[in-house]
């Protein structure tokens, strides 16, 4: 939660899913797997490390199997506290293994939801100016690009991984999560770009304002690309979301306890290997595993049994010492009923877990397929509910108020008393931005009737008709986008060659 102060984590993990003998039996099933059936690494250079260190490699069939010992020796490695530092020091964090949670933007639309109701292709506009409305969120701690521009010179196949990073520090303040592009290339671009704003790539690395997001395949699998993401970004210490998107009943097993058991073999296997390239490369467990729903054959990221894969997978990262980052994004198509209900079940959830970095939680719709304007003011809305029933109950004489009982006694004015003057000036109270208490009358007075969507997108239109702020001078703004550009054709170059 952004403060003046800055950003200060809210507490998690009221409820547990799992106890102290299944996450056992978890993590006994993972070390069977990693011994018996292995993981298939698609990187000869990695897997000759992991023969060096003691893992059993069937380089014909790319197989890489994890002794316990060898599993044991290497996951302990990894650092249970991770620097996510802002570009602006007053967004700075330190995960950790706690149940301290922090809120991570949407991510990844190609498709936009627009305040005139039109699905049309993502714009740069749409990334500037979304990116530009989140600013004002105080439930959104760290960024991400909400949406992939398909109106660049680079076609609407692009990932545009170096361009959405150029837009990232030139446009926000806030740690930020970023593609690599699949090579090792893209990483020494980005640092090249980071170094304008830092000064060096050596300030960069002592303090990076952003991580890196690789992601493994279910099932148990680590591709060519993500190992080279994986061993550049430990060479520079530079954080990583390690990730699997697992689909339970299609890529895992259909089980909660299976999905979150694969989960768990693919991400550790993968920590594991970033140990024993680089000892204290600094690693996030990540996941956005959901199910696979039965009646419509697609993937329900919103559902509560995908919820339940996200509290128990950051136990899992936890029973580990490493910080957990996961969720998914609501599978309503409109800012509507099942929005609402599906986010807040899902937030309260994997804060209550103690999930550390609640990803995707602002903008989305469709499960990532859409980014929507006034959703980013609604999830930030619905943010503030969940984590005022997290903050629970002050019980103190102070709160308990018996000096305000006796001054009020039988009188009905406890308005004006003391105490309530002191309250009503804390946190004892959440204060609602968008959401509606007044009675019929005056709502349609005030509002005309307007539901929460439009009141929302008066607020849109109201904070973006305001100047944007500058963050970056022109000339290194200038330096940014022009090795942005050069990068994005190289990577370009580099996948059509590479072929991934």
């Known amino acids: 939660m952004i403060t003046e102060k800055g950003i200060v984590p809210v507490k998690g993990g009221q409820y547990k899913v799992l106890s102290d003998d299944k996450m056992e039996l978890i993590h006994k099933s993972t070390v069977d797997i990693l011994e018996n059936i ?66 991570m933007s949407g991510a990844g639309s190609i498709n936009v939801l627009d305040m005139d109701g039109n699905l049309r292709p993502s714009t740069m506009k749409d990334l ?16 991400h690009f909400l949406v992939i521009p398909l109106d660049t010179e680079f076609g609407p196949n692009s990932q545009g991984e170096m361009l959405a990073f150029a837009h990232n520090i030139t446009n926000n303040r806030r740690n930020f999560y970023t593609l690599v592009g699949g090579c ?27 991580v890196a997001g690789l992601c493994v395949i279910s099932p148990l699998t680590h591709p060519h690309g993500f190992v080279e993401e994986l061993l550049e970004c430990g060479k520079y210490t530079i954080p990583v979301y390690i990730e699997t998107d697992g689909n339970a009943g299609g890529t895992t097993p259909y089980t909660i306890a299976g999905a979150i058991t694969e989960n768990n073999a693919n991400i550790m296997a993968a920590v594991a290997l970033s140990q024993m390239a680089n000892p204290g490369a600094p690693c996030i467990y990540a996941s956005s595993t959901g199910i696979l729903d039965m009646q419509s054959m697609n993937f329900a990221g919103n559902a509560p049994e995908s919820t339940l894969i996200q509290m128990g997978s950051a136990q ?37 877990a103690g999930v550390n970095i609640i990803h995707v939680a602002i903008g989305n719709l469709a499960m990532m397929g859409i980014a929507n304007y006034e959703q980013c003011l609604m999830d930030n809305e619905i943010l503030g509910a969940a984590f005022r029933l997290l903050r629970g109950i002050e019980v103190s004489e102070e709160s308990i108020g018996l000096d305000a009982f006796r001054e009020v006694k039988h009188r009905s004015d406890f308005l004006s008393s003391v105490h309530t003057l002191k309250y009503c000036r804390s946190q004892e109270r959440w204060l609602p931005k968008l959401t509606d208490r007044n009675t019929w009358g005056q709502w349609m007075n005030l509002t005309g009737g307007k539901d929460m969507r439009e009141r929302a997108k008066d607020m849109v239109r109201d904070i973006l008709s305001k100047p944007a702020p500058e963050f970056v001078v022109k000339s290194d703004r200038k330096a940014v986008w022009e090795i942005a550009r050069a990068a994005q054709y190289e990577i370009e170059r580099i996948k059509k060659i590479k072929k991934y």
């Open 316 to 352: 899992m990262a936890h029973y580990y010492h490493i910080p957990y980052y996961g969720s998914c994004t609501t599978d309503s198509k409109l800012p509507d009923a099942q929005m609402g209900y599906e986010s807040m079940e899902h937030f309260l959830g994997c804060a209550m």
């Open 184 to 210: 090792r290339e893209g990483l020494k671009f980005q640092l090249e770009m980071a170094s304008v704003i830092a000064g060096s790539v050596e300030n960069v690395c002592k303090k990076p304002f952003f």
């Open 38 to 103: 292995g993981i298939k690494n698609l990187h000869s250079e990695a897997r000759q490390l992991m023969e060096s260190c003691g893992c059993i490699v069937d380089h014909d069939a790319q197989i890489v199997k994890i002794p316990e010992n060898v599993f044991l020796k290497y996951i302990k490695m990894a650092p249970n506290k991770v620097g996510l530092y802002g570009i602006d020091t007053k967004y700075d964090i330190m995960l950790d293994d706690s149940d301290d949670v922090y809120v």
């Open 128 to 143: 500037e100016d979304l990116t530009r409305l989140k600013l004002n969120l105080e439930n959104m701690d760290i960024e």
